[in-house]
């Protein structure tokens, strides 16, 4: 989908809006699904998620359960991209061990500040946040070993950059699990301008 400069960062806006929101909300209506029951409906063991802070379990929102079918060798250093309240983090810091380490980068304050506070509720000292935006992540070529992505190219219609800015800080060898929504019918020109249909 092509978008002008200024409609992209309209939406970029508007996804930290709606993210945020859920954040601070997160038992209110939002235009997407989040928090437990979500996450038990994509695959998320119930033991699982009853271990994890309610911080960051409330405020999960994904479309697959990416960090329990993620290989994550212990030792490992991990990227999770798009790290939302930090659940997929904290699981992947449980995989990796005290030897590894698992970075979290989101562009919401308000959820990274959750995710934190999930994170010392967990006692998870492996484990760092940072925000930053998909297109421009603050870490150096080949840093990461695995790199998690759960749910976030079809809010971002700068998909090249992230792309290519995941290529730059995964290492040579390295290992990318993602999930994303697809769509399996075009979409028509009306439904295509819409903002509002990038939470559909």
């Known amino acids: 989908m092509l978008i002008d400069s200024a409609s992209s960062d309209e939406l970029l806006v508007k996804v930290r809006e709606a993210y945020s929101n859920a954040s601070d909300n997160p038992d209110d209506s939002h235009p997407f699904p989040l928090g437990f029951d979500f996450a038990l409906s994509l695959g998320y063991p119930e033991a699982l998620l009853q271990s994890l802070p309610r911080a960051s379990v409330d405020r999960f929102t994904g479309v697959s359960n990416v960090s329990v079918f993620a290989e ?63 297109q421009s992540v603050p870490f150096a070529d080949g840093t990461f070993d695995v790199a998690l992505v759960n749910g976030i190219f079809n809010l971002n219609p700068n998909r090249h950059d992230l792309f290519q800015e995941l290529a730059r800080v995964i290492r040579p060898g390295g290992v990318l699990f993602g999930a994303e929504i697809v769509l399996c019918d075009p979409m028509d020109e009306e439904e295509r301008a819409g903002l509002a249909n990038w939470f559909s």
């Open 72 to 134: 994550i060798p212990a030792g490992s250093t991990v990227l999770d991209f798009g790290c939302g309240g930090g659940t997929d983090s904290l699981i992947a810091a449980a995989k990796t061990g005290p030897k590894g380490q698992v970075f979290g980068v989101d562009f919401s304050r308000s959820m990274l500040s959750q995710a934190r506070a999930g994170a010392e509720d967990a006692g998870a000292v492996n484990v760092e946040f940072r925000e930053a935006e998909g």
